[in-house]
C-alpha cells in the first residue's frame, strides 16, 4: 500500500500569515510613499524645524526625515502641495544662507586681482548687511546693494558711495518706523557711506492667518478622529488590512475543508512499482 500523507496545516497557515504580513507591510509603504511629496531637501535641523512648526501652525502635517550626511528633507501630502508652498513662499521659508566675510574670502592659495579682491570685499559686505536686517521680526528677506566707486584722490569731482536696501516684510509688522535705524546701520557699517546715500525700499506681504485646530476641522472614521488629510490613509489601510483577512480565512477554510472531504497527496518516494 503507498504511503498517505495528510497535507502540513500547521506549515501552510504560517506561510499565509507570513505571506500576509509582508503584503500588509509593502502596500503600507506603497500608500505612505505614494500620498506625500518632497518638499525641500538638503535643509539643516533649524530650517526644517521653522518648516514643519509652520505647515502645522496652518494646518498642513508635515514630516522630517534625516538623510546619512544629517541634512533634513521636509515631505507634504501630495493634495497639500500647493497650499504649502504658497504658505512657504508668503513666510519667506526657508530663510536665504548668507555668506560671511570670512567664507567669501576663503581661497585654496589661489592669488587675485586687486579688482577680484575689491569685488569679493563688497559682495562679503553686502551678505553680512543683508543677513543683519534680515534678523530683524518681521522682516522675510532682505537684499542690501552698494556701490562703492573706486575714486581717483586726484580727481576733483569724486562718486558718493551709496547704497540701496530692498526689505519684503509681513505687512502685519510696521516697518516704516524702523527705516532710520536700518540707514544709520548701513551708513555706519560702510567706510565713506551716507546717510543720506541709503534707500530703504519696503514690500509689504499680507501672509495668511493661521488655521485654528479644532474638533469642527476632523473626521471620524470607525470611532477615531482623524484630520481629513488623513482619512484615505486610514481607509486603505483599514480595508486592506480586512481583504488580507479575508483572504486568509477562505485559505483556512479552504484547508478544512480539503481535509474532510479525505483527499490524501500521495508521497511518490513511498509508491512502491511491482514487476509485473
Known amino acids: 500500500m503507498p504511503e498517505l500523507i495528510l497535507p502540513r496545516r500547521s506549515a501552510l497557515f504560517s506561510r499565509c500569515v507570513a505571506g500576509c504580513r509582508v503584503a500588509l507591510v509593502v502596500v503600507g509603504m506603497l500608500m505612505l510613499q505614494a500620498c506625500s511629496v518632497e518638499l525641500y531637501s538638503n ?26 550626511d544629517g541634512k533634513m528633507t521636509v515631505s507634504v501630502q501630495k493634495g497639500r502641495f500647493a497650499e504649502a508652498m504658497a504658505i512657504l513662499d508668503e513666510s519667506g521659508l526657508p530663510k536665504q ?132 488629510d488623513s482619512v484615505a490613509a486610514a481607509m486603505w489601510l483599514f480595508y486592506g488590512m480586512a481583504a488580507a483577512i479575508v483572504a486568509l480565512a477562505a485559505r483556512l477554510a479552504y484547508l478544512q475543508w480539503y481535509r474532510r472531504l479525505g483527499v490524501y497527496a500521495l508521497d511518490a518516494s513511498a509508491i512502491a512499482v511491482k514487476k509485473t
Open 97 to 228: 544662507e548668507f555668506q560671511s566675510l570670512g567664507e567669501v574670502f576663503k581661497r585654496g592659495g589661489l592669488v587675485s586681482s586687486p579688482v577680484e579682491e575689491r569685488a569679493t570685499m563688497i559682495y562679503g559686505l553686502s551678505q553680512e548687511l543683508s543677513q543683519t536686517i534680515s534678523d530683524i521680526d518681521g522682516v522675510l528677506s532682505a537684499r542690501v546693494h552698494l556701490v562703492l566707486p573706486e575714486n581717483d584722490p586726484l580727481r576733483q569731482q569724486l562718486v558718493p558711495s551709496s547704497a540701496s536696501v530692498f526689505i519684503r516684510h509681513r505687512a502685519s509688522v510696521p516697518m516704516n518706523a524702523l527705516i532710520p535705524q536700518v540707514k544709520m546701520l548701513v551708513a555706519k557699517g560702510i567706510a565713506g557711506l551716507t546717510y543720506d546715500n541709503v534707500s530703504v525700499t519696503l514690500i509689504p506681504v499680507a501672509t495668511t492667518a493661521p488655521e485654528q485646530e479644532s474638533e469642527a476641522g476632523f473626521t471620524t472614521f470607525l470611532g477615531l478622529w482623524l484630520h481629513p
Open 43 to 68: 535643509l539643516d535641523q533649524r530650517q526644517a524645524n521653522e518648516i514643519v512648526a509652520t505647515l502645522m501652525r496652518h494646518g498642513i502635517p508635515a514630516q522630517r526625515e534625516a538623510s546619512k
